[in-house]
């Protein structure tokens, strides 16, 4: 029973994390309302992998060994402001999509494969030092020092799950018919928005926060 007591408290710290709005929202966010259902899904899934590689890497040392090393980790955020602000930039400069239906089907508007979504997802949340950080702390100080690897290993895959369950339902309301019927003729305003947030991220992962 204790067992479960304290899985269901790794669910509740996993979703906080996963709440927070960040790039890993915006770009899910970005993917599915512009680039419909299918983009938002496979970008959360990419956002799972990446947290299950980043648990892998606490777990084997390695998230140790970059917050240990500052040159490395320092490489990590400015590769990680780099890439927000590219993809922001990309989309501030997102144009009204004309001659577009309103999306009834549920269908991508604009093309956006699956392996290109499922790679932002990725990237974005790969990108992001401060994950790594999060599960170098939850392994550390939330789980106690006598949690054996196996549970680590099923509670770290927890919270991949909950981040990949929360965007996908956030990429599943956002492309359903009715709500995207709503904003589809401003949608490109919701990108550029994004795109807005993704530098001012990357902005400020380049002043060193
Ligand atoms: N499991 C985690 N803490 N994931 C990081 C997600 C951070 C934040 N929710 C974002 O959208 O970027």
């Known amino acids: 029973m204790a067992h479960i007591s304290q899985w269901l408290f790794v669910v509740g710290i996993g979703w906080m994390g996963v709440a927070v ?9 970005r993917n599915s309302a ?8 496979w970008t959360a899934l990419g956002l799972g992998t990446a947290n299950l590689i980043s648990v892998g890497a606490c777990l084997a040392g390695i998230g140790l060994f970059l917050t240990e090393a500052p040159a490395l980790f320092e490489g990590v ?17 997102a144009r009204k999509k004309e001659g577009l239906d309103a999306g009834a ?20 949340c790969l990108l992001n030092p401060k994950v790594i950080v999060f599960f170098l702390a939850f392994f550390t100080q939330i789980v106690d020092a006598g949690t ?14 909950v981040e990949w369950a929360w965007m996908s339902l956030v990429a599943g309301f956002l492309s359903s018919p009715p709500v995207r019927r ?4 401003v949608s490109h305003w919701i990108e550029r928005a994004m795109g807005g ?7 400020i992962w380049f002043a060193g926060g």
Request: glycine share 12%; no cysteine.
């Open 77 to 93: 955020r400015w590769a990680g402001a780099v890439f927000l602000i590219y993809i922001g930039l990309r989309s501030v400069r």
């Open 182 to 185: 709503r904003y589809f003729g």
């Open 105 to 124: 089907s549920g269908r991508p508007e604009e093309e956006m494969s699956r392996a290109r979504a499922y790679r932002l997802g990725l990237s974005t």
């Open 197 to 203: 947030l993704l530098i001012a991220l990357g902005t």
């Open 21 to 29: 709005p960040g790039p890993n929202l915006f770009m899910t966010i």
């Open 148 to 161: 054996p690897l196996a549970a680590r290993l099923f509670y770290g895959a927890t919270i991949a799950a």
């Open 34 to 41: 512009v680039y419909g259902r299918r983009a938002g899904l």
